[in-house]
């Protein structure tokens, strides 16, 4: 920042000097720094972009302060579950595979893959649920998610994983952890660059 002023204020000595040479300008140095310095050290910011999505106050905080995240029950095709999920008993043959066919879990090890218990309510199939038997909205999924990954929560609490919504300014929005993974398979296939450096002797 000091480097950035003292560059300003050479700048100016150099176009004062051409212009008090040519008698154009009356104002003195110390009147046009400060005109600078007045306009680099007010952080205002003119355009906060709006976040268009829904949005939901977090049920964390981060560093005492509330921040909000994307919800994703407006995202989820099949919600509310309980328009089928009711008391009733199913009479369809195949019923899961017909209308929940389509999801194919690959999360956690191997030889201990993940059930759909693990994560959906039993009873109450319009929530998720955490390991103490507690609702879990589906907004509102990272607090399932963190159970188990405590460090990316944390480094999402925080900012380093995951993505703010639109700019740094305004109002803290970022997705939420099912706004970049499919719980169901939660790996991202591995990519590779679209470009390549050829090598240096071509
Ligand atoms: C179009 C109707 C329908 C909707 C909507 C629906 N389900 Fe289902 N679901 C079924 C049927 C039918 C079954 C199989 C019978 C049963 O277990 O009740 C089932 C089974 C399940 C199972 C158990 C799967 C298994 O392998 O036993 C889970 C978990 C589940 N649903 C979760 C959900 C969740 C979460 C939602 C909402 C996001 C949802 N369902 C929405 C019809 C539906
Ligand atoms: C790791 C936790 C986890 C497991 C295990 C899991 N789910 Fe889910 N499921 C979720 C979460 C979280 C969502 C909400 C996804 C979102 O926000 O887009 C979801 C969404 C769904 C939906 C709604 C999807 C849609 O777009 O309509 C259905 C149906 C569903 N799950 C059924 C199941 C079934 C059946 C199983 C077992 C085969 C299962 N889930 C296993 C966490 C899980
Ligand atoms: C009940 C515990 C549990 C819950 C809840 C859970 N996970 Fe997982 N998850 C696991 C386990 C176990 C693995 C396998 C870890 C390993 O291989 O080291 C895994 C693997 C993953 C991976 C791949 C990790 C890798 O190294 O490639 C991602 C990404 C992931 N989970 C995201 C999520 C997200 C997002 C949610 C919430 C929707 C969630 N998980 C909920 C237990 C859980
Ligand atoms: C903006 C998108 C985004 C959000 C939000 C996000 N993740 Fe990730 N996550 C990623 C990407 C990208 C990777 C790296 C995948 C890779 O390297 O293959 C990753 C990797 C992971 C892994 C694998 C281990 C690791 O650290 O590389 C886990 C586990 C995980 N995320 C869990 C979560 C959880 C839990 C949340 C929410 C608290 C979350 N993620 C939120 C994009 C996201």
């Not at 066919?101 to 059930?115: M, P, Y």
């Not at 900012?159 to 703010?164: E, F, N």
């Amino acid at each position: 920042m000091q480097k950035i002023l003292l560059m300003y204020a050479c700048l100016f000595l150099g176009l004062a000097g051409v212009a008090s040479k040519s008698g154009a300008s009356e104002t003195s140095f110390l009147d046009e720094i400060k005109d600078i310095q007045e306009k680099f050290d007010s952080r205002t910011v003119e355009k906060v972009r709006p976040v268009t999505r829904e949005t939901v106050l977090a049920k964390d905080q981060y560093n005492g302060r509330p921040f909000r995240v994307l919800t994703r029950k407006n995202e989820i095709n099949r919600f509310k579950c309980s328009n089928c999920h009711t008391d009733k008993a199913v009479t369809v043959n195949q019923g899961v595979e017909l209308t929940h066919g389509s999801i194919s879990l690959n999360h956690g090890r191997e030889e201990q893959a993940l059930s759909c218990i693990d994560c959906h309510h039993p009873e109450e199939r319009d929530y998720l649920w955490d390991k103490k038997g507690e609702k879990i909205d589906f907004n509102h999924s990272y607090q399932l998610c963190g159970q188990c990954h405590f460090r990316q929560k944390r480094d999402w609490l925080g900012g380093a994983h995951g993505k703010r919504v639109a700019n740094w300014a305004g109002e803290r929005v970022i997705y939420n952890c099912a706004s970049c993974h499919d719980p169901h398979s939660p790996r991202f296939k591995k990519r590779y660059p679209a470009t390549y450096s050829p090598p240096l002797d071509r």
